[in-house]
């Protein structure tokens, strides 16, 4: 029986096939209703791998403005985490930034807490001394150590035991407590340190050691 002039004509079923397979590889290309799918993995989220280094300038840029550093975490106008009750910019964020040097060994321990806070790696290497047991030569694997350690933990809070500090001749000894938390857990572990700084000729305060014991809370 023929079809009727306004009866549509009756498909294969390998026809119908074809068909259904042309609309599917429409779909993936231009999407629904002009929203295209989602390239980027379950539930439209992609997972990136975890970055501890920043992208590299991109060649034949010139010195044009870079991209802003991935794993920078300072937040010029929240409180600064080592607890001064000063906004970071105005706190450690001026030492960071190389504006101001650490006038005494309290102010260089509370900037170097906020540098592992807001994962400022240069900072700790820069004021850690040179003549110290805790210096690295190798810097790229020291950056990628202080990094990784960044990555793991949760800093919670500083307590510089002021009372305790010690002055000497070129040295200085600091008591503090610092909270952090392994990611991924709710184990609390307080770090308790006696660091050890050495003051240079010009009047730099530098990192040389620390004696260090842990509590669990």
């Given at each position: 029986m023929m079809a009727g002039a306004d009866e549509a004509?009756?498909?294969s079923p390998a026809e119908i096939r074809k068909q259904q397979a042309k609309a599917r590889r429409l779909i993936s290309k231009e999407g629904v209703g002009g929203v295209r799918p989602s390239t980027r993995g379950l539930g439209g989220f992609a997972k990136k791998a975890k970055r501890t280094e920043p992208?590299?300038?991109a060649a034949g840029k010139g010195f044009g403005k870079t991209a802003d550093l991935l794993y920078d975490r300072r937040k010029p106008n929240s409180p600064?985490?080592?607890g001064s009750g000063l906004v970071y910019s105005e706190c450690c964020g001026l030492l960071h930034d190389g504006?101001?040097?650490a006038k005494t060994?309290?102010?260089l321990v509370r900037a170097r807490y906020s540098a592992y806070t807001c994962r400022v790696p240069d900072y700790l290497m820069t004021t850690t001394d040179p003549e110290g047991?805790?210096?690295n030569a190798d810097t790229a694997g020291w950056r990628q150590t202080l990094l990784t350690f960044c990555d793991d933990f949760e800093f919670q809070g500083l307590e510089v035991l002021?009372?305790?500090i010690e002055m000497g001749t070129g040295e200085a000894k600091v008591p503090f407590k610092a909270k952090f938390c392994q990611k991924g857990t709710v184990q609390l572990t307080v770090l308790n340190e006696l660091s050890t700084f050495r003051q240079t000729e010009d009047g730099q305060w530098l990192?040389?050691?620390g004696e260090v014991s842990y509590e669990a809370q």
């Amino acid at each position: 029986m023929m079809a009727g002039a306004d009866e549509a004509p009756e498909l294969s079923p390998a026809e119908i096939r074809k068909q259904q397979a042309k609309a599917r590889r429409l779909i993936s290309k231009e999407g629904v209703g002009g929203v295209r799918p989602s390239t980027r993995g379950l539930g439209g989220f992609a997972k990136k791998a975890k970055r501890t280094e920043p992208k590299k300038k991109a060649a034949g840029k010139g010195f044009g403005k870079t991209a802003d550093l991935l794993y920078d975490r300072r937040k010029p106008n929240s409180p600064c985490p080592c607890g001064s009750g000063l906004v970071y910019s105005e706190c450690c964020g001026l030492l960071h930034d190389g504006k101001e040097q650490a006038k005494t060994p309290e102010a260089l321990v509370r900037a170097r807490y906020s540098a592992y806070t807001c994962r400022v790696p240069d900072y700790l290497m820069t004021t850690t001394d040179p003549e110290g047991e805790e210096y690295n030569a190798d810097t790229a694997g020291w950056r990628q150590t202080l990094l990784t350690f960044c990555d793991d933990f949760e800093f919670q809070g500083l307590e510089v035991l002021s009372d305790g500090i010690e002055m000497g001749t070129g040295e200085a000894k600091v008591p503090f407590k610092a909270k952090f938390c392994q990611k991924g857990t709710v184990q609390l572990t307080v770090l308790n340190e006696l660091s050890t700084f050495r003051q240079t000729e010009d009047g730099q305060w530098l990192y040389t050691k620390g004696e260090v014991s842990y509590e669990a809370q």
